[in-house]
């Protein structure tokens, strides 16, 4: 069978985890009751930390404005939506490409093992995240023709609807509240006309920093050179090293953007969306805000930041040390009557130590102790204080409207006592204490739905491609699942790395819809990581449309039901 591909634009989401980060807890962990199976697909590419490296190069050559056509195309496949045979050659972007990506696209012999049936099960919308390079740094939709055939693609399998970043350093790039979102309503018009649904991400983080990140959108170049004047603004580690992917949360009620504070820097660049897609809004086109709280628009510190060396599974390291939040470690130490516990630890390591390399974060370490105790309430407080200052705001900007906040999923070290990697990144999570709770309550405050990543990994293949991380993404996966369903908060997902594979999409729906669930709980919505020329080759693509159907809760007729 020839090898099929779709040239698309792509690139790698800067939120997307910089690893292979996904969930965590042991001791709430309960085991999956049916075995995740059937790799009928490609083997699956294994990444730690990186996009593949064909899909950085598509997105760099695709970002400067020149789409590159293929010279063969196929008109001979046919794809199948409400049971009307549809003919590739309906959507020109689907070609013979004698250019196949590599051996990682070549099925391999299925395992045909047992698969569960998810006919009849609760219907989960699926929505796929458009690629970074689709509006340029100035704010121009690319190329909208291959958008407009991209999506059709797309919505022959029946997907819900897409996700699209919105750069705070695209829109408001130039200067302070003058914003520019003329490429988002075009792009926004042709999914509209297609009927489809809408994911805003209010991306407040710079993209790229990361290994193999091709696409680079800093911030708004007027708060980059308010940084370079005061680069307290930004996230600080030990050596003094400014981390600009995001603004530090010690400015949240600082003055210190042209007489704002940053969460009214957010706030204003919210309202701003808000009135100028008032009729997306009211037409229902836009269905769900995910706010950026942080790096890769997630709600934590950048503590494992590749561009500073960081690389899988290192602890990664405290991000407190900008004079705002040291500021507030003094304060906080000194209403506690310890004065001297007013700076932060110095026996943490570095980046890619290991826990029992260091004596904060061993067994019977210095994080239990009764200062390491005071410190870490501190650090993780302070990023539950942030979500719960831009959550409040982003009620007010888009009242009505369903708001959501994404948590990564940092499963490293999570078999050991302290979870270290954990510990750094905000989440107090040790194996004595529920860390994701007090995030699950204030998100619980807003209304807001958690969107947690990495439902696609599995414990195993961690344990045999990385033995020493002491990983456990399904125990975190657990834990995180039941922390926001004890307070009846709606939990969507995306997946981490790279999912081609009938195994992962497998691991996907078992936590999707757990089996047997006496409350028959299940994710509120799923978000695939990302549309991609690997996507649409002929085999993943028809693979990718099988998913869908049994998120949906529709029969499948291919379930194989016994071993061979």
Not at 183 to 191: A, P, S
Not at 368 to 391: A, E, K, P, Q, T
Request: aromatic letters at 12%; proline letters at 6%; hydrophobic letters at 35%.
């Amino acid at each position: 069978m020839a090898i099929l591909s779709v040239q698309l634009f792509l690139s790698a989401r800067p939120h997307d985890d910089p690893s292979p980060a996904a969930m965590a807890s042991s001791l709430s962990r309960a085991p999956m009751a049916v075995a995740t199976l059937t790799p009928s697909s490609p083997r699956k590419v294994k990444n730690y930390g990186r996009r593949c490296s064909v899909e950085y190069d598509y997105c760099s050559r695709r970002f400067s404005g020149a789409f590159l056509n293929s010279t063969s195309w196929t008109r001979t496949s046919a794809m199948v939506r409400d049971g009307e045979e549809k003919k590739i050659e309906e959507y020109p972007l689907i070609l013979d490409s004698t250019e196949t990506f590599d051996d990682d696209q070549v099925p391999s012999k299925p395992l045909k093992l047992q698969e569960r049936d998810f006919s009849g099960t609760a219907y989960v919308p699926v929505y796929v995240m458009l690629p970074l390079c689709i509006i340029n740094m100035d704010c121009e939709l690319v190329d909208p023709e291959s958008l407009l055939n991209h999506l059709k693609i797309l919505k022959s399998a029946n997907v819900d609807g897409v996700m699209v970043d919105c750069w705070w350093g695209i829109v408001e790039r130039h200067a302070p509240q003058q914003y520019t979102w003329s490429g988002y309503k075009c792009l926004f018009q042709i999914v509209r006309d297609l009927k489809l649904k809408l994911q805003a991400v209010m991306s407040f983080h710079e993209c790229g920093g990361n290994i193999g990140d091709d696409v680079h959108i800093p911030l708004p170049q007027w708060v980059t050179k308010i940084g370079q004047r005061n680069p307290d603004i930004f996230f600080t580690d030990r050596e003094g090293r400014r981390n600009p992917e995001c603004l530090s949360w010690g400015i949240d009620k600082e003055r210190v953007l042209r007489g704002r504070t940053a969460v009214e820097v957010y706030f204003d660049y919210m309202r701003s969306f808000r009135v100028e897609f008032d009729e997306f809004f009211e037409d229902g086109i836009i269905s769900e805000i995910e706010i950026g709280l942080g790096p890769c628009g997630e709600l934590r510190y950048p503590s494992y930041p590749a561009k500073h060396g960081w690389k899988y599974p290192g602890i990664g390291e405290f991000q407190c040390y900008d004079q705002y939040l040291l500021k507030s470690l003094k304060k906080a130490a000194e209403v506690r009557g310890h004065s001297f516990w007013g700076k932060a630890p110095d026996n943490a390591g570095s980046y890619n130590s290991g826990p029992h390399e260091t004596r904060f974060f061993c067994d019977g370490g210095d994080y239990d102790s009764y200062y390491g105790r005071f410190f870490l309430n501190w650090y993780s407080r302070l990023l539950v204080d942030h979500g719960d200052r831009v959550l409040a705001l982003a009620n007010l900007a888009f009242e009505g409207t369903c708001i959501a906040a994404k948590l990564s999923g940092i499963h490293w070290w999570y078999k050991t006592a302290s979870h270290a990697a954990e510990l750094t990144a905000g989440f107090y999570n040790p194996c004595n204490q529920d860390g994701y709770a007090p995030i699950a309550t204030m998100l619980k405050k807003h209304g807001a739905a958690l969107n947690f990543t990495c439902f696609e990994l599995r414990t195993l293949d961690q344990h045999e491609d990385f033995p020493e991380a002491l990983a456990d993404p399904e125990g975190l996966v657990w834990q995180v699942l039941n922390a926001a369903w004890d307070v009846s908060i709606p939990v969507a997902s995306e997946n981490a790395l790279p999912c081609h594979d009938r195994e992962g999409y497998n691991k996907i729906l078992e936590n999707a819809k757990p089996l047997n669930d006496p409350d028959g709980r299940h994710l509120s919505a799923f978000t695939y990581l990302r549309l991609s020329p690997i996507l649409m080759d002929e085999h993943n693509f028809m693979e990718f449309a099988r998913f869908v159907k049994r998120m949906h809760g529709e029969t499948i007729l291919d379930l194989p039901s016994l071993s061979e």
